[in-house]
């Protein structure tokens, strides 16, 4: 139905004057259409930092900046090998749509100073270039993993809730690069209890808990000191009863 007729049958449907209603209602479609077309864009933005504005230093951001928006669009870890991928990095310039510069960090807080290039690129010139690569892309609406995740650093395990995003946030960073948002549960008392399972990696006894979050797809983790010094981790992906991918 176009906008203008449900605008008007929902104007007649209220008491409110039809003047006042209609403008309500087109206001209101306007703005969702307005959140759908920033949405959208979000997918086609890559940030990336540099140690100047030189022209050699932003060539090769913009093309990084390429390759991680055709990762998030394909979800093809090796969309960088593609010949025709490859040869577009050297004139990636010509899909960039917008772009800009800032600096991030707070020294006093610890987090130095850094230089940022945030760079749009078109959404057809970069869907073209899918096209040619003999890619796919991966549809917008995509899953929300619930990420249950268990560290143990010599004192056992402890499971990692919503009220520790610190400790996820570089997982958390790579996720949104693959366009992909991790939910972390909320911590409650049967869900620390459940760090055991966690630990095994027992995705079916975890899955009542991801029900209550109406999330069909988890990824477990646990995450232990290695023998060698530094971390090591595995994972399991899991969607509904079905085992996903494993690896470490």
Same mark, same amino acid.
């Given at each position: 139905?176009?906008?203008?007729?449900?605008?008007?049958?929902?104007?007649? +449907?209220?008491?409110?004057?039809?003047?006042?209603?209609?403008?309500?209602?087109?206001?209101?479609?306007? +703005?969702?259409?307005?959140?759908?077309?920033? *949405?959208?864009?979000?997918?086609?933005?890559?940030?990336?930092?540099?140690?100047?504005?030189?022209?050699?230093?932003?060539?090769?951001?913009?093309?990084?900046?390429?390759?991680?928006?055709?990762?998030?669009?394909?979800?093809?870890?090796?969309?960088?090998?593609?010949?025709?991928?490859?040869?577009?990095?050297?004139?990636?310039?010509?899909?960039?749509?917008?772009?800009?510069?800032?600096?991030?960090?707070? &020294?006093?807080?610890?987090?130095?100073?850094?230089?940022?290039?945030?760079?749009?690129?078109?959404?057809?010139?970069?869907? *073209?270039?899918?096209?040619?690569? $003999?890619?796919?892309?991966? &549809?917008?609406?995509? &899953?929300?993993?619930?990420?249950?995740?268990?560290?143990?650093?010599?004192?056992?395990?402890?499971?990692?809730? *919503?009220?520790?995003?610190?400790?996820?946030?570089?997982?958390?960073?790579?996720?949104?690069?693959?366009?992909?948002?991790?939910?972390?549960?909320?911590?409650? &008392?049967?869900?620390?209890?459940?760090?055991?399972?966690?630990?095994?990696?027992?995705? +079916? +006894?975890?899955?009542?808990?991801?029900?209550?979050?109406?999330?069909?797809?988890?990824?477990?983790?646990?995450?232990?000191?290695?023998? *060698?010094? $530094?971390?090591?981790?595995?994972?399991?992906?899991?969607?509904?009863?079905?085992?996903?991918?494993?690896?470490?």
């Amino acid at each position: 139905m176009p906008r203008f007729a449900l605008s008007l049958l929902l104007a007649l +449907a209220f008491a409110a004057p039809a003047s006042a209603q209609l403008l309500e209602v087109e206001s209101g479609v306007d +703005a969702e259409a307005a959140r759908a077309v920033e *949405a959208e864009r979000h997918w086609y933005v890559a940030e990336m930092p540099v140690n100047s504005e030189g022209a050699g230093e932003r060539r090769g951001a913009v093309a990084r900046a390429l390759v991680q928006v055709l990762l998030r669009l394909t979800g093809d870890r090796a969309v960088a090998l593609s010949p025709v991928v490859r040869k577009a990095m050297g004139h990636a310039e010509g899909l960039v749509r917008e772009s800009s510069y800032r600096v991030e960090g707070d &020294p006093q807080a610890g987090v130095p100073l850094r230089q940022v290039l945030s760079v749009e690129f078109e959404r057809s010139g970069v869907e *073209a270039l899918v096209a040619a690569a $003999g890619l796919s892309l991966w &549809p917008l609406e995509r &899953p929300q993993p619930l990420l249950w995740l268990a560290i143990n650093d010599g004192r056992g395990p402890r499971l990692v809730s *919503a009220q520790q995003l610190n400790v996820v946030r570089p997982l958390a960073e790579r996720g949104l690069e693959r366009g992909l948002r991790f939910a972390l549960p909320a911590g409650s &008392p049967v869900e620390l209890a459940a760090v055991d399972s966690v630990w095994a990696q027992n995705a +079916a +006894a975890i899955r009542a808990l991801s029900g209550r979050y109406r999330a069909e797809v988890q990824l477990l983790g646990k995450v232990y000191r290695a023998e *060698a010094g $530094g971390w090591s981790a595995d994972w399991l992906l899991t969607d509904g009863d079905a085992e996903v991918a494993r690896w470490s």
